[in-house]
């Protein structure tokens, strides 16, 4: 008797845990994705990883960017949807592999709503052989598999991801918390404080990232390249437009990467511009490429009364900066 009463207890117990689990991912996804600023909250670092891959499939969107924090910080969808008339989503992560960036692309080409997909090209830096990924990417969340097949039981794994798992229990509470101390009608541009992405670069914070990556590169290995090439296939079989860009990294880093390896970056430029080359002869849907890592307004900003416009930080843009790039590009509903 005593055992069955602890077993039911043990059982009991768990099945609450479950219950408010699930209850509280529930509550907590509707509240971001009905937020104002919910969409704010794909600038956030945290448990991106897990949850991103739900919120695409729940969002719908028309336009998607891949890449690392660069394009995490740098898109803001709140700020763009109205700006462009265009439903968005921010696929960004934080020190993305080449690998992870490949499939979150592959990933965005293959939802039937997307029409465009911008990708960083600072997230094919490196190396990064096939399947290298951060122990939190999870591959079932995905559209498709690394052959672009569909993935199977997918379905049954956003739902367990959605509603169990403990990413989504760290991503939601993280957004739930950012946008609950936003003041009613307040925009996530006006809380630095909460929104990271926001704030902007002073002269301590360049100097910190001098001396920080003052022995940084900006190159590309053949596994990075692989994935590359791999990713140009995968858009050469999809109705979606694939824009690829160099980020505007601050012209004081750029220096930093020409110093330390300069036919390294032109050699990583040139054979991007290559697999694009091949890639419009051979396809039907075109890739775009553009480079903003050169010398140009934006990245030869000068700190004006102690801060930067455009930067938080030598190498990540800040959401306005965003959007003027996407006009740049030309991105915008079709």
């Given at each position: 008797?005593?055992?069955?009463?602890?077993?039911?207890?043990?059982?009991?117990?768990?099945?609450?845990?479950?219950?408010?689990?699930?209850?509280?991912?529930?509550?907590?996804?509707?509240?971001?994705?009905?937020?104002?600023?919910?969409?704010?909250?794909?600038?956030?670092?945290?448990?991106?990883?897990?949850?991103?891959p739900?919120?695409?499939?729940?969002?719908?969107?028309?336009?998607?960017?891949?890449?690392?924090?660069?394009?995490?910080?740098?898109?803001?969808?709140?700020?763009?949807?109205?700006?462009?008339?265009?439903?968005?989503?921010?696929?960004?992560?934080?020190?993305?592999?080449?690998?992870?960036?490949?499939?979150?692309?592959?990933?965005?080409?293959?939802?039937?709503?997307?029409?465009?997909v911008?990708?960083?090209?600072?997230?094919?830096?490196?190396?990064?052989?096939?399947?290298?990924?951060?122990?939190?990417?999870?591959?079932?969340?995905?559209?498709?598999?690394?052959?672009?097949?569909?993935?199977?039981?997918?379905?049954?794994?956003?739902?367990?991801?959605?509603?169990?798992?403990?990413?989504?229990?760290?991503?939601?509470?993280?957004?739930?918390?950012?946008?609950?101390?936003?003041?009613?009608?307040?925009?996530?541009?006006?809380?630095?404080?909460?929104?990271?992405?926001?704030?902007?670069?002073?002269?301590?914070?360049?100097?910190?990232?001098?001396?920080?990556?003052?022995?940084?590169?900006?190159?590309?290995?053949?596994?990075?390249?692989?994935?590359?090439?791999?990713?140009?296939?995968?858009?050469?079989?999809?109705?979606?437009?694939?824009?690829?860009?160099?980020?505007?990294?601050?012209?004081?880093?750029?220096a930093?990467?020409?110093?330390?390896?300069?036919?390294?970056?032109e050699?990583f430029?040139?054979?991007?511009?290559?697999?694009?080359?091949?890639?419009?002869?051979?396809?039907?849907?075109?890739?775009?490429?553009?480079?903003?890592?050169?010398?140009?307004p934006?990245?030869?900003?000068?700190?004006?009364?102690?801060?930067?416009?455009?930067?938080?930080?030598?190498?990540?843009?800040r959401?306005?900066?965003?959007?003027?790039?996407?006009?740049?590009?030309g991105?915008?509903?079709?």
């Amino acid at each position: 008797m005593e055992k069955t009463r602890y077993a039911a207890w043990f059982l009991g117990t768990v099945a609450a845990v479950i219950v408010a689990l699930a209850g509280f991912n529930w509550a907590a996804g509707a509240y971001i994705l009905n937020h104002p600023q919910g969409g704010s909250v794909q600038t956030l670092s945290g448990f991106e990883r897990v949850l991103k891959p739900v919120w695409l499939a729940q969002i719908r969107p028309e336009l998607v960017f891949v890449g690392s924090s660069r394009v995490r910080d740098g898109f803001d969808p709140a700020l763009i949807d109205p700006a462009l008339k265009i439903k968005s989503f921010n696929y960004g992560a934080s020190s993305i592999a080449p690998y992870e960036a490949r499939r979150f692309a592959q990933d965005a080409l293959a939802q039937p709503s997307v029409k465009t997909v911008v990708v960083g090209l600072d997230a094919f830096s490196g190396n990064g052989g096939a399947g290298e990924a951060t122990p939190s990417f999870d591959e079932t969340r995905l559209a498709v598999t690394p052959d672009g097949a569909p993935t199977p039981r997918r379905a049954l794994w956003l739902f367990t991801t959605r509603f169990l798992s403990g990413g989504a229990l760290g991503m939601n509470a993280l957004s739930v918390w950012s946008l609950s101390r936003l003041a009613p009608g307040q925009a996530a541009s006006e809380r630095p404080d909460i929104f990271g992405a926001y704030s902007h670069m002073t002269e301590a914070v360049m100097r910190h990232d001098l001396a920080y990556r003052r022995a940084r590169s900006m190159t590309m290995g053949p596994g990075a390249a692989r994935e590359l090439d791999t990713l140009l296939e995968a858009a050469c079989h999809s109705r979606a437009r694939l824009v690829l860009f160099f980020p505007p990294d601050h012209a004081a880093i750029v220096a930093r990467y020409r110093q330390s390896d300069a036919a390294g970056l032109e050699g990583f430029k040139q054979a991007v511009a290559g697999a694009v080359a091949r890639h419009n002869r051979a396809c039907e849907t075109r890739a775009a490429l553009f480079d903003f890592m050169t010398p140009n307004p934006m990245t030869s900003e000068a700190l004006t009364d102690g801060q930067a416009a455009d930067y938080v930080d030598l190498v990540h843009f800040r959401p306005p900066a965003g959007l003027l790039l996407l006009r740049q590009m030309g991105v915008a509903a079709k």
